[in-house]
T-cell receptor, first 115, second 109 residues
Framework: ETGVTQSPTHLIKTRGQQVTLRCSSQ?????VSWYQQALGQGPQFIFQ???????GRGNFPPRFSGLQFPNYSSELNVNALELDDSALYLC??????????????FGQGTRLTVV | RKEVEQDPGPFNVPEGATVAFNCTYS??????FFWYRQDCRKEPKLLMSVYSSGNEDGRFTAQLNRASQYISLLIRDSKLSDSATYLC??????????FGSGTRLQVQP
């Protein structure tokens, strides 16, 4: 086990609705990154939070937003859900921002289905 | 063009075989390189980092060619438990991980 937990594990939402996904990072890790993995694809970077501040963003529209809390847990919010948002959403925590020689530990993911 | 490109496979090999996966990356500023393993419907897990001098971990050997922007993973004496998707990952500086689409390996008895 990586010590990174995500909730919920599965979720079904209707197009146009809003969703909040949650992540508890590994103890001592101050960096959380979120990724979207569509079926048959590799994970795509959404954004990263470091010490409660956004520290980089991938090519995702503004309706994807996030938060990091003082205990370094994190939320991913998606507004106005579209069918193409159906994917596995992965949270990864690390000691420092990704890209340094620091291993990223992934949670088990939240599988979101938009109907 | 994708930043990280991999042959999607699947690679179907018998137990005991040697199999090699390749990966190319487009960002010449990439500094760190990894192979991750992902089992079906599970999260990715770090298999090994890849260094310029090449590195080995048991049955697994990783190589990096910066001039050609090419990374490889060699698995010797394949086991049934090696069946998974192998993700090539690169990163530049403090940027987040950039994943390839993965190569699926199926080891058959």
């Amino acid at each position: 086990e990586t010590g990174v937990t995500q909730s919920p594990t599965h979720l079904i939402k209707t197009r146009g609705q809003q969703v909040t996904l949650r992540c508890s990072s590994q103890s001592g890790h101050n960096t959380v990154s979120w990724y979207q993995q569509a079926l048959g694809q590799g994970p795509q970077f959404i954004f990263q939070y470091y010490r409660e501040e956004e520290n980089g963003r991938g090519n995702f529209p503004p309706r994807f937003s996030g938060l990091q809390f003082p205990n370094y847990s994190s939320e991913l919010n998606v507004n106005a859900l579209e069918l193409d948002d159906s994917a596995l959403y992965l949270c990864a925590s690390s000691l420092e921002p990704s890209g340094a020689k620091t291993e990223a530990f992934f949670g088990q993911g939240t599988r979101l289905t938009v109907v | 063009r994708k930043e990280v490109e991999q042959d999607p496979g699947p690679f179907n090999v018998p137990e005991g075989a040697t199999v090699a996966f390749n990966c190319t990356y487009s960002n010449s500023a990439s500094q760190s390189f990894f192979w991750y393993r992902q089992d079906c419907r599970k999260e990715p897990k770090l298999l090994m980092s890849v260094y310029s001098s090449g590195n080995e971990d048991g049955r697994f050997t990783a190589q990096l060619n910066r001039a050609s922007q090419y990374i490889s993973l060699l698995i010797r004496d394949s086991k049934l438990s090696d069946s998974a998707t192998y993700l090539c990952v690169v990163t530049a500086g403090r940027r987040a991980l950039t994943f390839g689409s993965g190569t699926r390996l199926q080891v058959q008895p």
